[in-house]
């Protein structure tokens, strides 16, 4: 049955009545984007659920979330802040969740004018190819000895240090072994118990007892997480006492300065938790996009030919890729555009608060505390925006004038308004660099007896939507190289 708000004295956009106590919340199953958008056909793009004791507005339109995210960005952008991130003080110094007022400013400042300007990311280029060869290597040896490639795991570990030396302009981790990989189960942990149906989340009172143990994974994966960050910046001090470092890079700056723009101090624990921001925000959603893209490839072998076939014509075999060429290659920019249409990775972009009530279209009203999400997932697959919305067709994205800097609300894979994603231009160099880098170096083929509709496509939830079996295929050096 369809509950309308309006009988209570709220204008709250409709829903399925609530079930006394959990509300809503069973609604919700393991794949949350995917149950909401089957209850946006039913009810309304602009829903309601209670879920325990919170009232949330889901979006499920690109009319609404334009309402949300252009028309009402100002009073809709402070986040709500998982009981997951309310650890080791993080939500209190974290871009992802503080309000977004002066501390929230001066840290997306240091983003937009030092972090990620065209110039910055030009300068280090060079140290980001070399990475980029490090992987194409590691893919060359596995295939000459007949292993399969773990496309997930490469790329993680391949973005990682792409972030690493963007930021540090050294390496974070060695590339692929043990450290590496530890660092994948610590953010992974993070944004699947911050993703995670938690109770304490929808019965305030339940927070301290912490039922699922969410609290206690997720504090030991941020200490973890922060002392492999008070490592890196102990070893840097260290070397600048000594005289041993004279690299004046991104780190360097930062702890030169140590002072926020409001005069504050950029203390340890204020760098820790910036960095933390950085890599948990920017790698697995970097390297989820690359697999994602591999799979689809593999599971298309028109798609992967063309998109071969445009790479070998514009750059060919004798020189290796670079990040200059991407806007050469429009073919391998709407592969990357479909991929993001069609596994946005992060699913429902991330949580908003209502900080005052905000009438909206329809004479719905968000009552302030109501939280927010969008779900740029099921934006991505509606059959009224989209033709063949669950087929992998590049071609849509040719010749649309659609990008994804958040101006055409029917692709928000970055989000949008004064919240969009900061790493945007990183994120952006980084996919299309690995992807081409692969796809020059290397044929790629399903391990032995798969067939491409064999391929097991199935998402595995978090903050982040990845792949739930990791992607194994089979690289064979191209022939001309
Ligand atoms: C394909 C890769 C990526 C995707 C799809 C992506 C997507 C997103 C989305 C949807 C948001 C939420 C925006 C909103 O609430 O309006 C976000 C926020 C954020 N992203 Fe990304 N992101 C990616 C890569 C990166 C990278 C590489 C970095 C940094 C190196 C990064 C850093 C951040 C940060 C710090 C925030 C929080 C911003 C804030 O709340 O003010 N992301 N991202």
Same mark, same amino acid.
């Given at each position: 049955?369809?509950?309308?708000?309006?009988?209570?004295?709220?204008?709250?956009?409709?829903?399925?009545?609530?079930?006394?106590?959990?509300?809503?919340?069973?609604?919700?199953?393991?794949?949350?984007?995917?149950?909401?958008?089957?209850?946006?056909?039913?009810?309304? @793009?602009?829903?309601?659920?209670?879920?325990?004791?919170?009232?949330?507005?889901?979006?499920?339109? @690109?009319?609404?979330?334009?309402?949300?995210?252009?028309?009402? *960005? #100002?009073?809709?952008?402070?986040?709500?802040?998982?009981?997951?991130?309310?650890?080791?003080?993080?939500?209190?110094?974290?871009?992802?969740? &503080?309000?977004?007022?002066?501390?929230?400013?001066?840290?997306?400042?240091?983003?937009?004018?030092?972090?990620?300007?065209?110039?910055?990311?030009?300068?280090?280029?060079?140290?980001?190819?070399?990475?980029?060869?490090?992987?194409?290597?590691?893919?060359?040896?596995?295939?000459?000895?007949?292993?399969?490639?773990?496309?997930?795991? !490469?790329?993680?570990?391949?973005?990682?240090?792409?972030?690493?030396?963007? !930021?540090?302009?050294?390496?974070?981790?060695?590339?692929?072994?043990?450290?590496?990989?530890?660092?994948?189960?610590? !953010?992974?942990?993070?944004? $699947?118990? #911050?993703?995670?149906?938690?109770?304490? *989340?929808?019965?305030? &009172?339940?927070?301290?007892?912490?039922?699922?143990?969410?609290?206690?994974?997720?504090?030991?994966?941020?200490?973890?997480?922060?002392?492999?960050? *008070?490592?890196?910046?102990?070893?840097?001090?260290?070397?600048?006492?000594?005289?041993?470092?004279?690299?004046?890079?991104?780190?360097?700056?930062?702890?030169?300065?140590?002072?926020?723009?409001?005069?504050?101090?950029?203390?340890?624990?204020?760098?820790?938790?910036?960095?933390?921001?950085?890599?948990?925000?920017?790698?697995?959603?970097?390297?989820?996009?690359?697999?994602?893209?591999?799979?689809?490839?593999?599971?298309?072998?028109?798609?992967?030919?063309?998109?071969?076939?445009?790479?070998?014509?514009?750059?060919?075999?004798?020189?290796?890729?670079?990040?200059?060429?991407?806007?050469?290659?429009?073919? &391998?920019?709407?592969?990357?555009?479909?991929?993001?249409?069609?596994?946005?990775?992060?699913? &429902?972009?991330?949580?908003?608060?209502?900080?005052?009530?905000?009438?909206?279209?329809?004479?719905?009203?968000? @009552?302030?505390?109501?939280?927010?999400?969008?779900?740029?997932?099921?934006?991505?697959?509606?059959?009224?925006?989209?033709?063949?919305?669950?087929?992998?067709?590049?071609?849509?994205?040719?010749?649309?004038?659609?990008?994804?800097?958040?101006?055409?609300?029917?692709?928000?894979?970055?989000?949008?308004?004064?919240?969009?994603?900061?790493?945007?231009?990183?994120?952006?160099?980084?996919?299309?660099?690995?992807?081409?880098?692969?796809?020059?170096?290397?044929?790629?083929?399903?391990? $032995?007896?798969?067939?491409?509709?064999?391929? *097991?496509?199935?998402?595995?939830?978090?903050?982040?939507?990845?792949?739930?079996?990791?992607?194994?295929?089979?690289?064979?050096?191209?022939?001309?190289?």
């Amino acid at each position: 049955t369809k509950r309308s708000w309006r009988s209570r004295g709220q204008r709250l956009p409709p829903g399925p009545t609530p079930l006394p106590v959990v509300g809503n919340l069973f609604e919700l199953g393991d794949k949350p984007h995917r149950s909401i958008a089957r209850l946006a056909k039913v009810y309304s @793009p602009f829903m309601t659920l209670r879920l325990g004791q919170v009232n949330t507005v889901f979006v499920s339109s @690109p009319q609404m979330a334009r309402e949300i995210l252009q028309k009402n *960005d #100002a009073v809709l952008s402070s986040r709500w802040i998982p009981e997951a991130v309310r650890v080791l003080a993080f939500n209190e110094a974290s871009m992802v969740w &503080l309000p977004p007022y002066q501390r929230w400013r001066n840290l997306r400042r240091i983003c937009k004018t030092e972090l990620f300007t065209t110039q910055r990311l030009d300068s280090y280029r060079s140290l980001r190819r070399q990475k980029v060869q490090e992987l194409v290597q590691y893919i060359s040896d596995s295939a000459s000895k007949g292993l399969l490639v773990d496309v997930g795991r !490469v790329a993680f570990s391949t973005t990682l240090n792409l972030i690493s030396r963007t !930021v540090f302009s050294i390496d974070l981790v060695d590339l692929y072994g043990e450290s590496s990989q530890e660092f994948k189960h610590v !953010v992974e942990g993070i944004l $699947e118990e #911050a993703g995670r149906t938690n109770l304490s *989340d929808y019965f305030p &009172l339940l927070a301290k007892l912490d039922p699922q143990g969410i609290r206690h994974r997720s504090t030991k994966y941020f200490k973890r997480l922060h002392e492999i960050f *008070d490592e890196n910046i102990e070893r840097r001090l260290h070397s600048k006492r000594d005289g041993t470092t004279a690299r004046n890079d991104f780190l360097d700056e930062l702890l030169e300065h140590q002072v926020q723009g409001d005069g504050t101090k950029f203390d340890r624990h204020a760098l820790k938790c910036f960095f933390s921001d950085i890599f948990v925000a920017g790698s697995d959603t970097t390297s989820s996009t690359v697999e994602w893209a591999m799979a689809e490839l593999l599971r298309n072998p028109r798609v992967m030919a063309k998109v071969r076939e445009e790479i070998v014509r514009v750059i060919g075999f004798s020189r290796e890729v670079e990040e200059a060429d991407i806007g050469s290659l429009p073919y &391998l920019q709407a592969v990357v555009k479909e991929t993001l249409r069609l596994h946005p990775p992060v699913p &429902l972009m991330l949580p908003r608060l209502a900080e005052a009530t905000v009438e909206v279209q329809h004479g719905y009203e968000i @009552p302030k505390g109501t939280r927010l999400l969008i779900n740029i997932w099921a934006i991505g697959r509606d059959s009224s925006l989209w033709t063949e919305p669950e087929e992998f067709l590049p071609e849509r994205f040719l010749n649309k004038e659609v990008d994804f800097k958040g101006r055409h609300f029917e692709f928000i894979p970055f989000g949008s308004g004064r919240r969009i994603c900061p790493g945007l231009p990183l994120a952006y160099r980084m996919v299309h660099l690995m992807l081409a880098s692969m796809l020059q170096r290397f044929e790629w083929r399903l391990p $032995e007896g798969k067939e491409p509709r064999d391929l *097991d496509m199935e998402e595995k939830f978090g903050v982040t939507l990845i792949m739930a079996s990791p992607l194994k295929a089979m690289a064979v050096p191209t022939k001309c190289c």
